[in-house]
């Protein structure tokens, strides 16, 4: 099936090579002609892991092709995919500006018989909306629009590709139907269960989804503070919950807020279209108030607990909002560090991938391309991001490089024994205990996680 990606982005360029990988041929444009030209010579313009590799493969055999001519990509296409950005509105709805533009740019190319299919993120009305506007622009020309809401993830996106839960198709006619379920054909054969449904729902299904991945998340970020007052340990309370296969073991990994191009827009835009259509979403409400406000809890508590003085510094590895991607929309550090900066500190910070993108974002910072050498007289640690590269990190000579001794873990990298041995003061998510530095101090880890502590005695 010939098939054109309008939006060379994460989801455009994933699917679309994936898609070009199952056999179909497929065309990505974007309308930024230089990213075009950097795709041309495979220098690609995000970091996705296997990603260079699949596209190289789908080129090779001709079933993958960059364009920047709306024309020539679009007028032989059967299938045309929009996958461009619906970052958030100031009212935190969504901004559709680029979905309409892209439909708007389609439309007069688009052969007889062509399926427009949404794969953005839009709100529920989104397709009939870009269907009337086709309608406005062709007339009695017979175009349909179709919905294919992506649920891969930044950093396992080619796997998340090839291994989905399920794949939710949203169609209002047949033909639509018949088109999304031979382009995922392959899936269907092998038992990979497909949601064929509406329009609506389909667009309905991506919020929920989101929204509920994020709630997890901000629910276990909760229990973790819980257990730091109380004196327990969420690892073994997440386990203790996610053998439960009601609930599952995955998203329940505390952290520093979840962030990230998704998660923060989405459960805005959730919550915007519950109170549009008088359907208030107070858990997703209060969910974005807890996630916002725990950023700036915790880097408060960088300050307070490690007892910094104006002009001391402060190292922070990890910008990405997640491992293995360079993405930092929305990401943690981005609420972090300018609060550190604005009570004095000097920060330094590290990233393996993402530095470059943060360098947009982040200013009056020290750039370092070394972990041992960013925290080298720094008065405290903080690791924001869960980079395998930081979890190999030698504790030893870490704690030798850095003037202080506190090492403020927000991914719960390490086990505290380890950081104790190393002399290191240590504070993790869910976890209580700050370890002193002396060595002596590491027999009191026999007791450790001290007995559940009553209220009146936290
Ligand atoms: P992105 O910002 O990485 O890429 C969007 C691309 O679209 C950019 O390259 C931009 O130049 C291009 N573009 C904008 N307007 C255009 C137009 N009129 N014509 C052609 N190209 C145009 O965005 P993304 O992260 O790939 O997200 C795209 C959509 O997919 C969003 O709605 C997002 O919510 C959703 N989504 C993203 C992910 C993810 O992990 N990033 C996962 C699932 C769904
Ligand atoms: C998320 C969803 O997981 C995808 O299914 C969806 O397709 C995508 O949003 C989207 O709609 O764009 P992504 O944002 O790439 O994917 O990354 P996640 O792995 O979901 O992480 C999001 C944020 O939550 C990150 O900041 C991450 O560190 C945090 N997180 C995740 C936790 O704090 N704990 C967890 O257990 C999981």
New binding site residues.
């Given amino acids: 099936m010939q098939i054109t990606m309008?939006?060379?982005?994460?989801?455009?360029l994933t699917t679309g090579t994936c898609l070009a990988n199952m056999g179909h041929d497929v065309c990505c444009?974007?309308?930024?002609s230089r990213?075009i030209t950097r795709l041309e010579r495979f220098d690609l313009p995000i970091y996705e892991p296997g990603l260079e590799n699949a596209m190289r493969r789908a080129v090779e055999v001709g079933h993958l092709r960059f364009s920047s001519k709306i024309r020539t990509s679009v007028s032989e296409a059967d299938a045309v995919f929009i996958?461009?950005?619906?970052p958030s509105a100031p009212t935190g709805g969504i901004d559709l500006t680029?979905v309409f533009?892209?439909a708007r740019?389609i439309a007069p190319h688009l052969k007889r018989g062509a399926v427009i299919v949404i794969?953005?993120?839009v709100v529920v009305g989104t397709a009939q909306r870009v269907r009337e506007m086709i309608a406005r622009e062709r007339g009695a020309f017979d175009i349909r629009v179709a919905s294919n809401p992506?649920?891969?993830?930044?950093g396992s996106a080619m796997r998340d590709f090839a291994e989905p839960d399920r794949i939710v198709l949203g169609a209002d006619d047949a033909r639509s139907r018949r088109l999304l379920r031979s382009i995922y054909g392959t899936f269907e054969k092998i038992g990979i269960p497909m949601v064929v449904t509406s329009t609506g729902n389909a667009e309905l299904i991506k919020y929920a989804a989101n929204a509920f991945l994020a709630m997890k998340i901000g629910f276990i970020n909760d229990v973790a503070d819980l257990c730091e007052k109380a004196g327990g340990d969420i690892a073994d309370v997440t386990r203790g919950i996610g053998l439960d296969h009601r609930i599952g073991d995955s998203f329940l990994q505390p952290g520093p807020g979840f962030g990230g191009?998704?998660f923060p827009k989405d459960t805005r835009a959730f919550a915007a279209t519950g109170r549009q259509y008088g359907a208030p979403q107070k858990l997703i409400e209060t969910l974005i108030a807890r996630n916002d406000q725990r950023k700036t809890a915790l880097a408060r508590r960088i300050v307070k607990e490690a007892r910094l003085a104006p002009g001391s510094k402060v190292t922070v590895l990890g910008l990405a909002f997640k491992a293995n991607t360079d993405d930092v929309r929305e990401a943690a550090a981005l609420s972090i560090i300018p609060f550190l900066r604005e009570a004095g500190m000097h920060v330094t910070v590290h990233d393996p991938k993402a530095a470059f993108n943060a360098r947009a974002h982040l200013s009056d910072v020290t750039w370092s391309d070394c972990p041992y050498k960013a925290c080298k007289d720094a008065a405290a640690v903080v690791f924001l991001t869960e980079w395998e590269e930081y979890r190999a990190l030698d504790l030893g000579r870490l704690a030798k490089t850095l003037s202080g001794d506190f090492l403020f873990d927000y991914r719960n990298l390490f086990e505290p024994r380890t950081v104790a041995r190393h002399g290191l003061r240590y504070a993790s998510l869910g976890r209580s205990t700050i370890f002193t530095r002396q060595r002596a101090d590491v027999s009191s880890l026999e007791t450790w996680p001290r007995q559940i502590a009553a209220p009146g005695h936290i």
């Avoid at 444009?29 to 930024?32: E, H, L, Q, R």
């Fill in positions: 309008i939006g060379a982005g994460y989801v455009g444009y974007d309308i930024d990213r996958a461009v950005g619906t680029h533009s892209a740019q794969k953005s993120t992506e649920f891969l993830r930044e191009s998704c």
